[in-house]
């Protein structure tokens, strides 16, 4: 919102109410001037929504808003900040004097109320000392519009909990646990940290360090935790305990919105685990199947991470983690010619352009922000948004995050090819020739051959999210290089790696 711009207006009759501006009479009954009831509902959906500038003193008269004046502004300024003050009026006073002041239009005075968006903490601004039952407004185009108490209830839920993963769930435990997806996020975390000590814990103590099990020291209870359910539980378990989850994937044509057929899709469907962390390793490398890696040295190893891979990977561990996964919503994360979006259900937590200028972190699932950093994925320290927006932009592609709130409050992460730079798709493009010649898959399979020499093309290809296929193909090239041998048959044998790529 641009704070001076009434100011700035070349002529009255451009004055329109938007979703940042409301224009008021404030005429009071007597003529004198007096703040309108209805001042209220807009300042508590200015608050809850994205700020926005209250103009008090104007007249609407056939669409156009006609200068009124007030005769005494300094008596409607004392009335508003007594209100303000008032916890039987509104919940919160947001306001300070800088934000209340005196305009000149016209040779008559009218008196500007800018308001600010609310933070997290002060969220739900609402009337009366009841959030519910219609006391609680949102901005949405150029109305004001009372927020069921679902909405109220997540707003309430936001403001109380830092973190809206690390709490215990009654009578959930290692059974709702996937094991597999464990398994496999236990040898991806020990390819990254092979010397780490938690990897002679239990499966039940090593959730304990990851925060996907909790012990309550004060009342004694003890489980899973709902980040430990979201990343590694099993489908059931999952809907039971969060009724509205869901993710989804699609690779769309550049004619999806005539046909609404996708080319790709991946849902929870019975034949995954359909947990955050599945979702994350089956999405991630779909995503870059098409983008070519240029040939780059680093000392003597190729390397096949590039900004742009950097900056999706990025982007889609962005969404799952500040995803509100008891909304409606569901994750979406959609790949087309023209780029990528993220949408995550639940607004920001903080304004989009602090986000996007960075140092200022506050994670929704912040708990399962940390599994992924675990295994080197995800940026705390305030930076992740700001990484995603300066690497896209540095490449010359656009960006652009939404806060929606229609039909129910949402976050969108567009990020669009430059017409010029998009990637040309090949006819043999899939996700296997994607990771056949990763040098990051090829250091994930040697290290855990070198923990399990007896490990399996499929049991790799699990861990990792790749086909049987495709690891084959990276066994064949590792062999060429003289970096893996096959000792013994094929049934009984085992696999030995070079001892300069091993990684204990």
């Given amino acids: 919102m641009n704070l001076t711009f009434p100011q700035k207006l070349a002529a009255l009759t451009q004055l329109r109410e938007s979703v940042a501006l409301e224009c008021k009479l404030a005429a009071g009954r007597d003529g004198k001037g007096s703040l309108p009831e209805d001042f209220w509902p807009t300042y508590s959906a200015f608050a809850n929504t994205n700020g926005g500038l209250i103009l008090l003193g104007l007249r609407e008269t056939q669409g156009r808003f006609i200068v009124q004046g007030l005769d005494h502004p300094d008596k409607l300024r004392a009335e508003l900040f007594n209100n303000l003050n008032n916890r039987q009026k509104v919940s919160a006073n947001l306001l300070t004097d800088a934000q209340v002041y005196e305009l000149a239009l016209e040779g008559k005075k009218l008196l500007a109320v800018e308001v600010p968006r609310a933070q997290r903490k002060q969220r739900p601004v609402h009337l009366t000392r009841n959030p519910f039952d219609g006391h609680t407004y949102r901005r949405l185009n150029e109305g004001d519009r009372p927020l069921p108490d679902e909405d109220v209830r997540r707003m309430v839920a936001e403001q109380v909990q830092d973190s809206r993963d690390a709490h215990i769930l009654q009578h959930f435990g290692l059974k709702d646990v996937d094991l597999d997806s464990l398994k496999a996020y236990r040898n991806i975390f020990r390819a990254d940290k092979p010397d780490h000590p938690w990897l002679a814990l239990d499966d039940q103590d090593f959730l304990q360090m990851l925060g996907g099990w909790r012990e309550d020291r004060v009342s004694g209870e003890h489980g899973l935790t709902v980040a430990g359910l979201l990343m590694f539980g099993r489908w059931g378990s999952m809907v039971e305990a969060l009724p509205m989850y869901f993710v989804d994937y699609q690779e769309r044509p550049a004619d999806y919105a005539s046909t609404t057929r996708w080319l790709d899709r991946i849902v929870p469907d019975g034949t995954w685990s359909g947990n955050v962390f599945d979702f994350y390793r089956r999405v991630v490398n779909k995503l870059t199947a098409d983008i070519k890696v240029p040939f780059v040295l680093k000392g003597d190893t190729r390397q096949d991470d590039t900004p742009t891979h950097k900056a999706l990977r990025e982007a889609l561990v962005n969404c799952l983690v500040h995803a509100d996964f008891t909304g409606r919503i569901s994750v979406l994360v959609v790949k087309e010619p023209s780029g990528f979006s993220f949408r995550n259900p639940g607004a ?157």
């Fill in 348 to 504: 920001l937590r903080i304004p989009a352009e602090q986000a996007l200028q960075g140092g200022v972190s506050d994670c929704r699932n912040r708990t399962m922000q940390q599994m992924f950093l675990m295994i080197g994925l995800g940026e705390r320290a305030g930076s992740g948004m700001s990484r995603i927006l300066h690497g896209w932009q540095d490449l010359g592609h656009d960006i652009r995050l939404q806060e929606r709130f229609e039909p129910q409050e949402h976050t969108v992460l567009e990020m669009r090819w430059h017409p010029q730079l998009a990637p040309t798709r090949s006819p043999t493009s899939s996700v296997e020739s994607s990771v056949e010649s990763s040098v990051e898959t090829s250091l994930l399979i040697l290290s855990l051959l070198s923990q399990d020499p007896k490990m399996t093309a499929p049991s790799i290809a699990h861990c990792l999210g790749l086909t049987p296929r495709a690891v084959e193909k990276q066994f064949a090239k590792l062999k060429a290089q003289g970096r893996l041998q096959r000792i013994g048959a094929n049934k009984g044998g085992h696999w030995e790696v070079n001892p300069t790529d091993r990684s204990s």
